[in-house]
């Protein structure tokens, strides 16, 4: 028998450790398909951040962890695209300005894996300059945003820093 997937937060621990999924894989290799900008929008605690760590799976090209699932079935080449994962959750942010140090710092960090130095300091600038080394590098670029809302949620009892996020 499966386990729950409690307190599990990747695609691959799922897998790995043997939990139910139910299997939406399906429906992402359609949005796949479908190339474009999605916004994915659930209620709190409803696997949004699952959901994430599979696209991130998927683009990672990891095909053996999807054996048996509807991927597997479907006519997908398994390109291996850079993935660039931002977990807002996992960044600080109790101040408008160390949440960009910290997206700065996360955007170098990303770059240093993939071998190379971010030269632009301004957030936007760095930003951009991280997707198009990596698109020169590798080609498509995934970007994957989870918990976007968190550093607005953490602080809405402070409507201006609220605003201010």
């Given at each position: 028998m499966k386990h729950l997937p409690i307190g599990f937060q990747t695609f691959k621990d799922l897998i790995t450790e043997n939990c139910t999924y139910v299997d939406k894989t399906d429906i992402l290799y359609n949005l796949i398909k479908n190339k474009g900008y999605y916004f994915l929008s659930r209620p709190r605690r409803f696997g949004k951040s699952v959901t994430c760590s599979t696209l991130a799976t998927i683009f990672s090209g990891e095909k053996k962890l999807f054996?048996?699932?509807?991927?597997?079935?479907?006519?997908?080449?398994?390109?291996?695209?850079?993935?660039?994962?931002?977990?807002?959750?996992?960044?600080?942010?109790?101040?408008?300005?160390?949440?960009?140090?910290?997206?700065?710092?996360?955007?170098?960090?990303?770059?240093?894996?993939?071998?190379?130095?971010?030269?632009?300091q301004?957030?936007?600038?760095?930003?951009?300059?991280?997707?198009?080394?990596?698109?020169?590098?590798?080609?498509?670029?995934?970007?994957?945003?989870?918990?976007?809302?968190?550093?607005?949620?953490?602080?809405?009892?402070?409507?201006?820093?609220?605003?201010a996020m």
């Amino acid at each position: 028998m499966k386990h729950l997937p409690i307190g599990f937060q990747t695609f691959k621990d799922l897998i790995t450790e043997n939990c139910t999924y139910v299997d939406k894989t399906d429906i992402l290799y359609n949005l796949i398909k479908n190339k474009g900008y999605y916004f994915l929008s659930r209620p709190r605690r409803f696997g949004k951040s699952v959901t994430c760590s599979t696209l991130a799976t998927i683009f990672s090209g990891e095909k053996k962890l999807f054996e048996g699932l509807a991927i597997s079935k479907a006519n997908y080449a398994w390109p291996v695209r850079p993935v660039v994962r931002l977990d807002l959750n996992e960044i600080d942010h109790d101040t408008p300005e160390e949440l960009k140090e910290a997206l700065k710092s996360k955007f170098d960090d990303i770059a240093q894996a993939h071998g190379f130095s971010l030269t632009k300091q301004l957030l936007k600038a760095k930003f951009t300059e991280l997707i198009t080394t990596l698109a020169a590098k590798h080609g498509s670029v995934v970007v994957i945003i989870d918990e976007y809302d968190k550093p607005i949620l953490d602080h809405l009892k402070d409507q201006t820093k609220a605003q201010a996020m």
